[in-house]
C-alpha cells in the first residue's frame, strides 16, 4: 500500500535524504506536499518537479513568488501558515525535519490531523513538551528520526518498559571531542564546523560541538519515551557505530549498531514499524574495527547539566534553554558571542527565568520571546 508523505524542510539535511530514501522506493510513497524555508529556492523547485506533490509551501513570501511562477499546475503557498497547512493536509507521514522551534506549530498540526509524524525536529518536543504529547491521537503516532532516539526505539523493542533501567544516549563528541574547557577559548565558527562524522546543517553542527545537541536529545528521549532524567546518560562514542542503547534491569543491554548514515532511521520514520530493505549500508563484519565510549567531559561540555536543571525547574524552562541556544548560536556564527559564551549564556537565561504557570502554546511563544529577549542583551552586554 502507497503511503502518502509531507515533507517539511525539504531542503535541509533530512528532507534531501528523505526525498533519496523516497526516490529508491517510489512505488511505496508519494509525496503530496513539500515545504521549506525558501533559502534555496531553485532546489524547491528541483525537488517539487521530481516528486510532484500537490502543494508546496515556502516560508519566504518572495522566495514562494519565485517558486510559484516556476511550478504552474502545483498550488504554491507563502508564510510560516503555508508550512503549517502543509503539516495539516491529512498525510499518511509526516516528516518534520525543520531545524529550530519553529517546527512546533507544524508538528502540532501534523498530530491534530491524525498523521504519522516522523520527528527529525527535536527543538518542537524539547519547546512543546507536555503540549506534544497531548496531541498524540495514539501511542505509536510519532516516530523519531534523529538516530539516536530511533536507536533507542528499536532497542525498547527488547522489552517491556518495566525492565528498562535506563538509556544511554551516545555522542559524537562533534568538532572538539577530548578538547579541555581552557582549549576552547578561542575557537571559532569555522572550527565548530568540522564536524568528524555527519553532514549536518550549521546550527546542528555547532549545537553537536557545544554538546547542546546532546541536551536536546537527552529531554527529548525523556518525553519521547517517559523516563525520568536521572535515567538517562550520556557516553561519547567517536566513532558513531552504536547510536545508542538500552539497559534492561537484569543487567543485559541492547545497542543499536549500523554506519552513521541518517537514511537508515529516515527510512524507519517513514515505514515504521516495517523496514526498508537496503535503506542504507550495513556493517562490513569482515573488517576490523574498535569502539571507544568514555564519560561525557561536563566540565569541558556543560549543556547536559543545563538540560537536566532546565527540566527540573519547569514544563516552560526547556523552551527557554532552546530558544537561548538558538540566539547564541547566531551570535557565535556572528562572531558577537565566544563558543564558551554559547552554553554560560544559556545557563544564565535558564536560571533568570520564572515560569508564569500552566503550560500552553501562547506560554511557550511567550517563554521563547523573554528568551531570545534576555539572551540577545546579554549578549550585547558582553562584547
Known amino acids: 500500500m502507497t503511503r502518502s508523505v509531507a515533507l517539511l524542510g525539504s531542503t535541509g539535511s533530512i528532507g534531501t535524504q528523505a526525498i533519496d530514501v523516497i526516490g529508491r522506493n517510489a512505488d511505496d510513497y508519494d509525496v503530496v506536499a513539500l515545504a521549506a524555508g525558501g533559502s534555496d529556492p531553485g532546489l524547491v523547485i528541483d525537488q517539487a518537479r521530481a516528486v510532484r506533490p500537490a502543494f508546496v509551501a515556502v516560508a519566504s513570501a518572495d522566495a514562494a513568488a519565485e517558486v510559484a511562477q516556476a511550478l504552474p499546475g502545483i498550488e504554491v503557498a ?13 498525510a499518511d507521514v509526516v516528516l518534520n525535519g525543520i531545524t529550530g522551534s ?3 506549530r507544524p508538528t502540532l ?20 513538551g507536555a503540549l506534544v504529547k497531548a496531541a498524540r491521537q495514539r501511542p505509536d503516532q510519532i516516530v523519531p528520526v534523529d538516530s539516536e532516539h530511533s536507536a533507542l526505539a528499536q532497542c525498547l523493542r527488547g522489552g517491556s518498559a518495566d525492565e528498562v533501567r535506563r538509556l544511554v544516549v551516545t555522542a559524537s563528541g562533534g568538532a572538539f571531542r577530548g578538547r579541555s574547557r581552557e582549549s576552547l577559548a578561542d575557537v571559532t565558527a569555522a572550527d565548530a564546523l568540522r564536524h568528524p562524522t555527519w553532514d549536518m546543517g550549521a546550527v546542528v553542527t555547532i549545537n553537536s560541538a557545544s554538546m547542546v545537541n546532546k541536551a536536546l536529545e537527552v529531554i527529548e528521549a525523556h518525553l519521547l519515551f517517559d523516563i525520568p ?6 557516553v561519547v562514542h567517536a566513532q558513531s557505530i552504536v547510536h545508542s542503547m538500552v539497559e534492561f534491569v537484569d543487567g543485559s543491554t541492547l545497542a543499536q549498531v549500523s554506519p552513521p548514515d541518517m537514511r537508515l532511521p529516515i527510512a524507519l ?43 527540573a525547574a519547569s514544563a516552560l524552562h526547556p523552551a527557554v534553554f532552546n530558544a537561548a541556544n538558538e540566539e547564541c548560536v547566531a551570535a557565535f556564527i556572528d562572531g558577537r558571542l565566544p563558543f564558551l559564551g554559547i552554553v554560560e549564556t544559556v545557563r544564565r537565561v535558564v536560571e533568570a527565568y520564572e515560569a508564569p504557570g500552566e503550560l500552553t502554546l501562547e506560554a511557550v511563544d511567550g517563554a521563547e520571546r523573554w528568551a531570545r529577549e534576555t539572551a540577545r542583551a546579554a549578549i550585547a552586554g558582553a562584547r
Open 78 to 90: 507563502g508564510g510560516a501558515d503555508a508550512v503549517v497547512e502543509a503539516a495539516r493536509r491529512g
Open 102 to 104: 519553529v517546527g512546533l
Open 109 to 128: 498540526a501534523a498530530l491534530e490531523a491524525g498523521s504519522t509524524l516522523a520527528l527529525a525536529n527535536k527543538e518542537s518536543l524539547v519547546a512543546g
Open 229 to 234: 532524567m536521572d535515567r538517562i546518560d550520556v
Open 269 to 311: 520514520g517513514l515505514s515504521w514499524p516495517a523496514r526498508i530493505p537496503d535503506a542504507a549500508p550495513a556493517m562490513d563484519w569482515t573488517q576490523a574495527g574498535t569502539w571507544t565510549f568514555e564519560p561525557l567531559d561536563e566540565q569541558a561540555f556543560p549543556a547536559v547539566s543545563v538540560a537536566r536543571e532546565a527540566v
